[in-house]
């Protein structure tokens, strides 16, 4: 054990150790927000639905050959939130066929984009990496670092300052349409504030993983608490706990990131929901 705490105090003294926890600790609490609402909801797919676009979106940035991608993948990914969503109440293509319909749109896209313009010697590798996470999260710059975290923040105010408004239309959105308030609306805005999550996640689980980081948490929490805001609490707390086990372990074990994180995740909503039938049980 001693040897394990001595390793890790040798990694805290790079900073680029520094900058993954934090963009990992923030990345997890954001998530982990928006998950409930989203799982309680029955859109969870949303955010496999934008993690493709988002591989789209990168896939053009790199095209373009442009040196910050985040320009383009984040109003890209915002964007197609906002038509997933006014599609989705279409009559004529249900939520489900329409994220469906952009995330494999977008990814086939994307691959294609990457294949007639690659200018890499391993496109398979880079494209794995994209899909799966890499070691990016380990490669972060200063001010990468600081763009996630005026993201977060702006991600973090949103959701604390209209709490009360989210939480109505998470339960009972025709009721919350009755009393005045403006349901789309909010709806809106739960979808451009996941797209933006979508995106910081990107560099940590990869995209085909972000799902994992949204939906986990939340799940594991609900095994154990039926309260909404206690179930948010116990989502984020878990969120970010297993967030930082995960770096932590792929660091020290030389695993990958994001599927690290993603098995931490799963080993904890298989403790809760332990715990959730124990508790059943004693109850009975």
């Not at 309680?40 to 050959?65: N, Q």
């Amino acid at each position: 054990m001693s040897i394990l705490i001595e390793k890790l105090a040798l990694y805290f003294e790079y900073p680029f150790v520094r900058y993954a926890l934090i963009v990992g600790i923030l990345i997890a609490l954001c998530s982990s927000l928006l998950g409930v609402t989203l799982v309680l909801k029955r859109f969870s797919f949303i955010g496999d639905g934008l993690s493709h676009v988002a591989f789209g979106g990168m896939a053009i940035a790199t095209v373009m050959k442009l040196s910050n991608q985040m320009l383009l993948i984040l109003p890209v990914t915002v964007i197609c939130a906002i038509l997933l969503l006014r599609t989705g109440q279409n009559a004529k293509i249900k939520g489900d066929a329409a994220i469906a319909m952009i995330s494999v749109g977008a990814l086939a896209l994307g691959y294609l984009l990457m294949n007639i313009f690659s200018a890499s010697a391993n496109l398979a590798g880079d494209v794995c990496s994209t899909l799966f996470g890499s070691t990016s999260i380990l490669t972060l710059t200063k001010s990468e670092v600081w763009l996630c975290v005026a993201l977060s923040v702006v991600v973090i105010a949103v959701f604390l300052l209209f709490y009360h408004k989210i939480f109505a239309v998470t339960f009972d959105e025709d009721f919350a349409r009755a009393t005045g308030t403006k349901a789309e609306q909010y709806n809106l805005l739960i979808a451009v504030i996941i797209a933006i999550i979508i995106v910081l996640a990107m560099n940590l689980v990869g995209s085909l993983l972000i799902s994992a980081l949204v939906i986990f948490p939340s799940l594991s929490a609900m095994r154990i608490f039926k309260n909404f805001k206690s179930v948010i609490l116990c989502s984020a707390i878990l969120s970010v706990f297993c967030a930082v086990l995960g770096i932590l372990t792929s660091i020290l074990a030389g695993t990958p990131v994001g599927s690290t994180i993603v098995a931490v995740d799963i080993a904890a909503f298989a403790i809760c929901s332990l715990i959730g039938w124990i508790r059943g049980g004693v109850s009975r």
